[in-house]
């Protein structure tokens, strides 16, 4: 079982950029793949990106591909999302989620160890 910490959430208004950052407990098979989900008003949870870290792959929602980059930070073992032309809709409570690499897709049922979650909220 990995252990993950989120920070970065905050508010920021419609355009604006966000960084969040998860952590993870220890490097293994567990946790090298690491994702973002989210759950926004109205809607179920749903994959944002992922980073099988090892490979240096990342997989983006359509939702968010263009805007949203996920990226690895070895020195606090964990990954970056940066959020860029933040919108409304976006806004929500964040999850970062851990797997194993041949799990590493955008479905809540492949991962083993999940964090607390961070509140994104922006405003229109």
């Known amino acids: 079982v990995v252990d993950l910490t989120e920070s970065g959430g905050g508010s920021v208004q419609d355009g604006g950029s966000l960084t969040l950052r998860c952590t993870a407990s220890?490097?293994?098979?567990?946790?090298?793949?690491l994702a973002w989900f989210r759950q926004t008003p109205g809607n179920e949870r749903e994959g944002v990106a992922s980073l099988e870290r090892r490979r240096g792959a990342p997989t983006y929602s359509d939702s968010v591909k263009g805007r949203f980059t996920i990226s690895e930070d070895s020195a606090t073992n964990g990954v970056l999302l940066r959020m860029d032309n933040l919108r409304a809709g976006d806004s929500g409570v964040y999850y970062c989620?851990?797997?194993?690499?041949?799990?590493?897709?955008?479905?809540?049922?492949?991962?083993?160890?999940w964090g607390h979650g961070i509140q994104v909220t922006v405003s229109s």
């Open positions: 989620a851990a797997t194993f690499p041949w799990r590493c897709e955008l479905a809540r049922s492949k991962y083993v160890s």
């Open positions: 220890q490097y293994t098979d567990s946790s090298d793949c």
